[in-house]
C-alpha cells in the first residue's frame, strides 16, 4: 500500500543537499530505538511519529512518509531552516518533505528555548495510562499536522517533558536527544507496570 501523504503546508527546496551533521548519527540511533521498543507504529504504509534535533538556527527532522525508522540514511532526514507562518511555507535542505508534524516541532523549538530534541511517538500503553502517570493530554483531537494541532499542543505543553496528543500519539522533549529518549523510554516501563 502506497503510504498517505498528510502535509498540509508547503515546501520551499533551498537546496536538494543531504543533510551530513555529526547530530544525524544519534538522532538514527533514537529512530532505531523508537522503532525495536514500539513507539512508532505503521499506517497506511508509513511509519507514524517523527523526531527532530535543533542545531543552531534551524532544525533537522525526519523525513515525511518513512516505511520505517529501523534504519535510515541519511537522505531520510531533512534541514528545517525557517517557516513562515502566514504563508504557511517550510524553507528546508534536503531530498524529501520534512515530517508533516513540522509545524509543531517549529512551534515548540520557538516556545522553549531549553528544548534542543522533540520526538513524537505512538504507543498505546502510554496513551491508555496517560491519565494515571499523570501526562497532561491535549484537550481536543485536531487533524494531524496542522496548525490547530500545534496548537493544542502549545496550550497544555509549558514546563512539561511529556504530553499526550488526543487520538494523535505522545511528544517528549528534551535539552538532548538522550534526554527526550530516555523519557520515552522510562515512560514506556512505567505504563508496562500499570
Not at 515530517?99 to 504507543?123: K, P, Q, W
Request: charged content about 25%.
Amino acid at each position: 500500500m502506497e503510504p498517505v501523504r498528510r502535509i498540509k503546508f508547503k515546501t520551499n527546496f533551498l537546496s536538494k543537499e543531504i543533510p551530513d551533521e555529526k547530530e544525524i548519527e544519534e538522532l538514527k540511533h533514537w529512530c532505531n530505538q523508537f522503532h525495536k521498543n514500539n513507539l512508532t507504529s505503521e499506517f497506511q504504509g508509513a511509519s507514524v511519529g517523527n523526531l527532530s534535533t535543533r542545531v543552531e538556527d534551524y532544525f533537522i527532522i525526519t523525513a515525511s512518509v518513512l516505511k520505517s525508522k529501523e534504519s535510515l540514511n541519511n537522505d531520510s532526514f531533512v534541514r528545517v531552516i525557517n517557516y513562515d507562518v502566514y504563508n504557511n511555507i517550510f524553507f528546508v535542505e534536503g531530498m524529501s518533505e520534512p515530517s508533516s508534524e513540522s509545524i509543531m516541532h517549529y512551534l515548540i523549538y520557538n516556545t522553549r528555548d531549553d528544548v534542543n530534541a522533540i520526538f513524537h511517538g505512538h504507543n498505546d500503553l502510554i496513551i491508555k495510562n496517560a491519565e494515571k502517570l499523570k501526562i497532561p493530554v491535549t484537550k481536543n483531537e485536531q487533524p494531524p499536522g496542522t496548525m490547530e494541532l500545534a496548537n493544542e499542543v502549545l496550550d497544555i505543553l509549558g514546563n512539561n517533558n511529556i504530553i499526550v496528543v488526543k487520538n494523535g500519539g505522545f511528544v517528549t522533549l528534551g535539552g538532548t536527544m538522550k534526554d527526550a529518549g530516555q523519557l520515552a523510554l522510562n515512560t514506556l516501563k512505567k505504563s508496562t507496570k500499570i
